[in-house]
Nanobody, 125 residues
Framework: QVQLVESGGGSVQAGGALRLSCEAS????????MAWLRQAPGKEREGIAA???????TYADSAKGRFTISKDNAKNTLYLQMNSLKPEDTAMYYC???????????????????WGQGTQVTVSS
């Protein structure tokens, strides 16, 4: 049973920054793809960034230029650095892991086999 535990969420003012972490119970290198997704109240879940086992990254348009996904395989941890936060970034943020290499690694196409419990990010204007 793989466990993913997010941390680092909180409340910030617009223009601020946060770094989310997702610690996995097994090596992050074992996953073909890992991603961050978010869901705001009343909205559909949105994939925002993904990173392949080899470190290739892709971003949703909403995250490009502001967010950076990275991972430290030695620490079994996935990160999301979020800068220039906006009120519309307010959401529950989830990390997800895709074990299978059969699916393309992107925020839209990844197929998650494992999910974290989420961490809340609130951005005030």
């Amino acid at each position: 049973q793989v466990q993913l535990v997010e941390s680092g969420g909180g409340s910030v003012q617009a223009g601020g920054a946060l770094r989310l972490s997702c610690e996995a119970s097994k090596s992050t290198y074992n996953f073909a793809c890992m991603a961050w997704l978010r869901q705001a109240p009343g909205k559909e879940r949105e994939g925002i960034a993904a990173i392949s086992s080899r470190g290739s990254t892709t971003y949703a348009d909403s995250a490009k230029g502001r967010f950076t996904i990275s991972k430290d395989n030695a620490k079994n941890t996935l990160y999301l650095q979020m800068n220039s936060l906006k009120p519309e970034d307010t959401a529950m943020y989830y990390c997800a892991a895709q074990p299978s290499p059969l699916f393309a690694c992107s925020p839209v196409t990844m197929v998650a086999g494992h999910w974290g419990q989420g961490t809340q990010v609130t951005v005030s204007s």
